[in-house]
Every structure is written in C-alpha cells, then in structure tokens.
C-alpha cells in the first residue's frame, strides 16, 4: 500500500473516533436521562461492553486460533493504560464528587479482579480456578448493576421521549460504536505502517502506539465525556471497562482453551504490579475521599509513563 493511502486511510480513522465519539457519548447520556439509570451505571455497563468490543473480539478471535495465552497480558496492558493514562486525563481535566453508593463495590471488584489474577498466577499460569474466581466477579458485578438501575429506572430523573427521537438515538449509539472501533482499527494498523515508515522499532510501536491504540474507544469516549461535563459517565466508563476486560475476556479465553493460560515472567515482575498499583491510586482515595481529585491523575499518569520507559529500556537493551 502506497504511503499515501496509509496517510488517508490514518486520517480517516482519526475522523470516525472523533465524530462516532461525539455520536456515542450523546446517546449514551440519552439512555441515562430517559431511564433515569445514574450515569456511572450506563458507563459501567453499555457503555463499557461497547468499547471493550475490540479487546473482546480480538481476544476470542486469539483464543479461537490457539493463542488464548496472549488474553492476560492483553487485559493486564489495557487495564494500565486504561487507568494510568485515561482515568488519569479525567482527574487532571475534571475532578468530581462521586456518590458512594455508585462507585463502591464497583472500586473494590476492581481492585479484587486485579489483585486475584496476579495472586492465581505466581506460578507462571492463571490456573482454572483462578479463571473461575474472576467470572464469579463479573457475575457480582452485573448483578449490582442491575439491581441499581431496577431501583433508579422510571423514576424522577427520567424524561419523556418519543418513537423518533428513540430511533435516532439508536442509530446514534449503533453508528457511534461502530466508529470508534473501525476508526481505531485503521489507526492503529495505519499508524504501525507509518511508524515502521520512518523506521521505528516494532518494540516501540507496541508498547506506545498498540498499547494505547486497544485502548483508544476508552480514551476518545472519555475525552468527550470530559467534554460534555459528563465526568460520572466517563468513570463509570473506564472502571466498566477494566472490570470487563479482567473478568470477562480472561475468563472466556481460558475456557476456550481448556487449560491454564501461561503468564510470562516480565508480566509477574512489572506488568501486573503496575496494573495493581496504578488501580489502587485510582480507587482507594476516591472510595476515601468521596471524590476523583487532580492529585490522583498526576501520580497514575507519572506511574505510566514511568512504566512505559521501563519497557521501552527493557526493550533497547534486547
């Protein structure tokens, strides 16, 4: 493919993450005010399933062709950059009071789903029962879910809506989500080709630009969110998101295929620790203080960018 097309083709990309953003925020915001559903809720649930859908097919697809042992690092990765660089942009740009009872068992599954993958996976392989354990936590957490928003649905935040405006936002929601995940498809795979172009190491490019690129449905949602001032649905977002990519995607790959899946020593030693720490900077002092402050993204972005000339230094000495 000439350069040329690569270029348009990246542009393209960076059009349809932008406006299928712009699209899927706005209905995601409609579904919240129409059921009366708390905002954090729709982020951590509808929101969530749909930008994980790249890390979900890709895993699955992975799983499918026999390579189901990539699924933990590829979890562990996008729940750091999930959080030490996307959670960390909202703090920084729009710090918010959080109600308690959203956000609580939501920061503690978290926590645990993070901390369980590491602690079942110290002998170099997330063993079966380690996957069992962290489905029984998406389970408990779908559950809270829905339980919270059976008690929040219909009820005095809802609005009144019409069969036209229900189409459209449909429409807005589907096409949105498609958007995102074909506009961060062509950028990531166009920005590899150009990176390699000018001559960028492969390592480079996936520890930076892939690592960043599965996340980019999560970052562009947030970054409209932020925009929006719609800073619980952004949250409610990436803390989903995490969630499902550790609870979720794991336990499927690991069910795919039928034996423990291998954990290398780089990711016991660095990945996952950071994974944890940078999760406990998040949670805990929000859960403590009642509030997302700017503190909080200034040492998780300074612990991933810290993380990632680790491995770029890991990588150059190789």
Not at 261 to 283: E, G, K, R, W, Y
């Amino acid at each position: 493919m000439s350069l040329m097309w690569v270029i348009l083709l990246f542009a393209l990309g960076i059009l349809l993450i932008v406006k299928g953003g712009d699209y899927f925020v706005d209905a995601a915001t409609w579904i919240a005010e129409v059921s009366g559903i708390p905002k954090v809720i729709v982020g951590a649930t509808v929101v969530s399933i749909a930008t994980t859908l790249p890390e979900i097919i890709v895993s699955i697809t992975a799983a499918i062709s026999g390579s189901a042992d990539i699924a933990v690092g590829n979890a562990i990765g996008s729940v750091t950059a999930n959080t030490g660089l996307i959670l960390s942009i909202c703090a920084l740009v729009s710090p918010f009071a959080i109600k308690i009872r959203d956000y609580a068992l939501k920061g503690v599954l978290l926590v645990l789903a993070t901390v369980s993958i590491y602690l079942f996976s110290l002998k170099g392989s997330l063993s079966i029962i380690g996957s069992i354990v962290l489905f029984a936590i998406f389970i408990i957490f779908i559950y809270e879910n829905v339980k919270l928003a059976k008690e929040n649905m219909g009820g005095d935040n809802s609005t009144e809506t019409n069969n036209k405006e229900t189409a459209y936002k449909i429409f807005q929601f589907v096409a949105g989500t498609a958007g995102i995940v074909i506009g961060a498809r062509l950028l990531v795979d166009n920005g590899r080709s150009l990176a390699q172009f000018f001559g960028v190491p492969e390592a480079i490019i996936g520890v930076t630009l892939i690592a960043i690129g599965t996340s980019l449905p999560e970052l562009v949602t947030t970054v409209v969110a932020v925009s929006k001032k719609q800073g619980a649905l952004s949250v409610g977002n990436i803390i989903g998101a995490n969630i499902i990519d550790t609870t979720l995607i794991v336990p499927i790959c690991g069910m795919i295929a039928g034996k423990p899946l291998a954990i290398d020593a780089q990711s016991l030693m660095l990945d996952m620790p950071v994974c944890i720490l940078t999760v406990a900077l998040a949670v805990i002092p929000m859960l403590l203080k009642k509030k997302l402050m700017r503190w909080q993204g200034v040492l998780m972005i300074s612990v991933y960018i810290a993380y990632l000339v680790l491995l770029m230094m890991f990588f150059v000495k190789i």
